[in-house]
């Protein structure tokens, strides 16, 4: 029974300090998922101001430019996969690969080339282990990602979309990201950044019955999509990589929550056994006491006689 106990009160210690870790990562995430929640706030407008501006000029013009224009014949595209540098988020990168390879195989149905891009760790190792080939990735930042990440992400983007075909350039960008609706919902999803489908956004971002405006572009339409396209890559996946952050330590905190609770029952239940150990301990230590007095009694009476 001793060996029992003290099995039992090891054990209660070394959940005790697990649980110790998990409330401690569960109150960091806590505090860094409402400062992620401020800066994807603060980030939107600008985005759809962007997206605006570009429809403006895409609807106002008949140029054709990557950025508005579909390709005739889309030969490859190229898809930007955003997961994070840790685990302990619960099914948040596993969700955004499992939409990242639905989008893949719905491309490659479709007789379209794939170039994989990937932020995070976890989403890189997921495709090494499987022997899968990455265009380029990045790491080290998910957590809280910055303007310059989400620029350094967009540069080889740009280029590719840039690029013609034949020379390894993409006809089309899509992005899988994972977007923060509350603190207990995160919902992965695929997005098409380029070319920009100009009647859909339109609609969304025109209210019922307002007359949209005409516009003059100086020096030229062209030029305009030429600068505008950067600004529009980059400030959309920068959008994309704060929803994401915030999303995994969303997740990170319902996982820590759901781990600390599952060690305080797990305590509560060793403790029940420990205590019953104990007493069981006492009943055989008494029992012991019992039987040897009793013993002892008759032998002197035996003696006695």
Known sequence: MGAQLRVYKRRIRSVTATKKITKAMEMIAASRVVKAQRKVAASTPYATELTRAVTAVGTGSNTKHPLTTQAETVVRSAVLLLTSDRGLAGAFNSNAIKAAEQLTARLEAEGKQVDTYIVGRRGLAHYNFRERKVAESWSGF????????????????????????????????????????????????????????????????????????????????????????????????????????????????????????????????????ANAARQAEITQEISEIVGGSAALADATAGSDR
């Open 142 to 273: 998910t957590d809280e990602p910055s303007y310059a990440d989400a620029k350094k992400v967009a540069g080889p983007l740009i280029e590719a979309i840039e690029k013609d075909t034949a020379e390894g350039g993409v006809d089309e960008l899509h992005i899988v990201f994972t977007e923060f609706v509350s603190m207990m919902t995160q919902t992965a999803l695929d997005d098409r950044l380029l070319p920009l489908s100009l009647d859909e956004v339109a609609k969304e971002s025109a209210p019922k019955g307002e007359i949209l405006p005409l516009y003059d572009f100086e020096p030229s339409a062209e030029d305009v999509l030429d600068a505008l396209l950067p600004r529009y890559v980059e400030s959309r996946v920068y959008n994309a990589l704060l929803q994401s952050a915030a999303s995994k330590h969303a997740a990170t905190r319902r996982a820590m929550k759901s781990a600390t609770d599952n060690a305080g029952e797990l305590i509560e239940t060793l403790s029940r056994l």
